[in-house]
């Protein structure tokens, strides 16, 4: 069974892409064969962070149910790195049918692999959603930008929901919390296990149960401050608890730009760079 990485947080431009390739790459260096997926099917490119510039084939041949998802996937110069690709699709992942998002969501995790990321596209919709949730270590990204930081905690607060409905029927969830739901301010989820609990919800057992197994990692990318993300931390581990942590934090770096400029993949390229480390530091003390 491979272990299933994720990459989302909600907006463009706060490194996932970066993120999924990169991971990719030390997970390969380390001899862990590894496959990234491009789920950001209506503006991909991950296949140009991994130096793939003609794809000759990707999920847009699976989604026309020309070929098989194993079919899709193409090597990179990279030796253990597969990519399976988006480069020719034009829609969302929430714009694809939902069977064909549900057959994919299977056939995903029957891919032979040690190691697999999902990179996710901007927004916070349902599909991506759940591919987040597919994952066994889902990491949700942000910049120190106000924009990503309020499109982050929207992302993570979606999440959390998301991850109670698979436990608890919506309708069931609005029925009993109804006095929480419609207050003002946003729910806590450790408001609806309480509320859940005083209710003797037959729910209650398994929602708690899934909430005690249930991680998600923030990252911290193109912030130098590591104040700023451990205030961050502090703020989410107040209000979802420690469901969630920081997995690290990665520096801007100059080098990690010119990369995608060079069309070659940042860890290979730069080994000294001080981007490198975090990296390494979160597949080390998170991933493996
Ligand atoms: N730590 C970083 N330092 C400098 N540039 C970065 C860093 N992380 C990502 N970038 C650059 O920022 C841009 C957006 O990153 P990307 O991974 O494409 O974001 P997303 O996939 O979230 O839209 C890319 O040009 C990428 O090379
Ligand atoms: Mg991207």
Redesign the pocket.
């Known amino acids: 069974m491979p272990k299933i990485i994720s990459a989302g ?1 909600g907006k ?8 999924s390739a990169n991971i990719g790459g030390l997970l390969s260096m380390i001899g862990k064969k590894t496959l990234v997926i491009d789920l ?1 099917t209506g503006g991909p ?1 991950l296949h140009t962070f991994l130096g793939v510039s003609n794809p000759s084939k990707g999920l847009w041949n699976y989604f026309n149910q020309e070929l098989s998802l194993e079919e899709c996937i193409i090597e990179t110069n990279y030796k253990r790195l597969s990519l399976l690709n988006s480069k020719n699709c034009s829609k969302d992942i929430g714009n694809q049918p939902y069977s064909l998002r549900n057959i994919l969501y299977k056939d995903i995790k029957r891919l032979q692999y040690d190691y697999i990321i999902i ?1 996710l596209g ?1 927004g916070i919709n349902k599909a991506s959603i759940d591919f987040f949730l597919l994952a066994d270590l889902p990491f949700a ?1 942000f910049t120190s930008d106000p924009l990503s930081l309020e499109n982050s905690f929207k992302f993570v607060h979606k999440v959390f929901l998301q991850k109670i409905a698979e436990i608890v029927p919506p309708k069931k969830l609005n029925s009993q919390c109804s006095a929480i739901l419609k207050s003002n301010s946003t729910i806590r989820p450790g408001d609806i296990l309480e509320r859940l609990q005083e209710l003797d919800s037959p729910y209650y057992p398994e929602l708690k149960k899934t909430m005690e197994n249930f991680k998600l990692y923030l990252t911290a ?2 912030v130098d401050n590591s104040d700023t993300a451990k205030n961050i931390e502090s703020f989410y581990k107040k209000f979802f608890g420690d469901n969630i942590s920081l997995a690290g934090i ?4 100059l080098n ?2 010119k990369s ?1 400029y060079k069309r070659k993949l940042y860890v290979a390229e730069y080994k000294k760079d001080k ?1 490198l480390k975090n990296l390494m530091n979160i597949v080390k003390k998170v991933i493996l």
Do not use: M, Q
């Open positions: 947080g463009g431009g706060i490194g996932k892409s970066f993120f950001d490119n990179d901007a990204l990318c193109k990665i520096p801007y770096s990690i730009e995608v981007a």
